[in-house]
Each structure stands twice: as C-alpha cells, then as structure tokens.
C-alpha cells in the first residue's frame, strides 16, 4: 500500500527548490506529472521518497531500490529558452550535473556517461535516469527528471546485472541529503547554463567527451548483427554516431543500438 504521507519544504540550500517528500510511492515521476496535469506544480519542485512501488527506467524497464538506502526523486523545471528540437541538451546538462556532483564525494572513481543518461563507474552501472518533456506547440512547458542513484546498497538481485554503489565502491556510507544536496545544486547550475544558447556547445563537448566508451572500440549490437564500433560524437538531435571498423558511420536511436 502506497502512503499518502507527505511533508513540503523550501530550501535556499538546493538552489531554492520547493521539497515534498513522502516515505513511499508509486514513482515520483508519476507523482511529478500528477501534479503538473492538475495545475499544481510549480518551477523548481524537488519531489523524494524512500521507497518506490513501481520505479520506472527507460521503455519497460524498472529501477529496483532497497527503501531508504538510495536516492529517488524527481526534478520538475519549466526550461527557457528550450525548442522540442533542442531538448537533448537538458539530458547532457543534467547527467553532466550529476557526474560533478558525483566526483567529489568518489575522486577516485572512474566516472562516465553511458548514452543517453546512465552514470557509470568502469563497466557498472551506478545511476539511472528517465527524463520526460511537456511539449505545448512549439513550446517546452515542463521537464520532469526522474533520477535513482544506488548511495548506500550493498546487495542487489541477481536479476540486476551490472549494479554498484557509492557504498560499495567506497566501502563507506555516505549521507544521502547532503548527496542530494549537491546533486539538485549541480544540476540546477549546468541547467541555468542550458538555458542560455551560447552555453550549449560547451556542454555537449563536455558530455561527449565524458561519454563511456568514447573513441574506444568496443562490441554492439546493431540490428541483428554484432559490430566492432567507436563512439565518435553525436548528431544534432542527441543520436549517437559511431564509426565501424569498416569505416562506415552509424547514426544510432535508443533502440537501435546496444552495448555489448
């Protein structure tokens, strides 16, 4: 049973984001855009739980979470400045955000972005994030970033393939507030440079440049058959462009490729 208990809050502390929290819920995605279709969301509204029934990842997939051991929550923005054509960019912004914030609680940790959105460390997967756009016309209305971040779990389901924490990786828990505090803080600024058209080049030669597996040969699956590729950049709506060992270049979807 979901529990409708609930407490709000304001907090200068996290780039003045307006917090709600409830110890448990369907997924604070779902929740995010409940509110926006009832008119009650607001810019800058940070929405946490502890547990979720029905975590979401990208198409089907789910996020699997032990209750009050990891971050799950949800940004809910109203973008500037932000064409439907240009939405990408909100994806490089906040990964990008993430990865700082990341970094300096793990200055050891080899940190990277694996198109589109997942956070890893080496070959595993530490962050995940399933980010959804309100399209009015021509105009972005609302962006709602669901992100669940692995911070103090030490035992995942053999049904979990890749899985790591920063407790794990670190070998110490950490406090999950002050991560979620620099990570709602990071994010809010790489987006504020988002919003500024000037600002996106930067950002997206950061992220490719941070992406995992970036000029690296390495295996996918294209279609039907295995190929020996590297990733080389992206094209103007955030698809991933790779370059075969045959040299012929590959303009990649999400479900056109996959890592192997």
């Known amino acids: 049973m979901v ?9 200068a502390s996290m780039s003045g984001y307006v917090r709600m929290h409830k110890v448990e ?13 009832a008119g009650q969301a ?20 789910t996020w699997q979470s032990k209750p009050g051991e990891n971050l799950l929550f949800s940004l809910v923005v109203k973008p500037v400045n932000c064409e439907p054509s240009g939405q990408f960019v909100i994806t490089q912004a906040v990964s990008l955000g993430i990865l700082h914030a990341i970094a300096a ?7 990277k972005i694996k198109w589109p959105n997942d956070i890893y460390i080496g070959n595993q997967k530490l962050c995940g994030m399933l980010i959804a756009n309100a399209i009015v016309g ?8 669901g992100i669940g971040l692995n911070v103090n779990q030490i035992h995942f389901g053999a049904h979990v393939p890749n899985p790591i924490s920063m407790a794990v990786f670190s070998g110490k828990s950490f406090d999950r507030d002050m991560v979620l505090h620099s990570i709602v803080n990071e994010i809010d600024s790489r987006l504020q440079q988002a919003w500024q058209p000037s600002m996106r080049a930067p950002i997206e030669k950061q992220y490719i440049t941070g992406l995992y597996r970036y000029m690296e040969w390495s295996s996918y699956r294209y279609g039907e058959k295995q190929i020996s590729a590297r990733i080389v950049g992206l094209a103007p709506f955030g698809q991933l462009k790779l370059e075969t060992t045959d040299n ?5 979807d999400l479900k056109e490729i996959a890592f192997l």
């Open 138 to 145: 021509q105009t972005m209305a609302w962006t709602t970033i």
């Open 105 to 111: 609680f793990l200055p050891e940790a080899d940190l």
């Open 248 to 252: 012929e270049l590959l303009v990649c």
């Open 25 to 37: 819920t369907d997924s604070t995605n779902v929740w995010a855009q409940q509110l926006i279709s």
């Open 3 to 11: 529990t409708d208990t609930m407490t709000a809050t304001f907090s």
């Open 42 to 61: 607001v810019d800058k509204l940070l929405l946490t739980t502890d547990f979720q029934t029905r975590g979401k990842g990208l198409d089907s997939n």
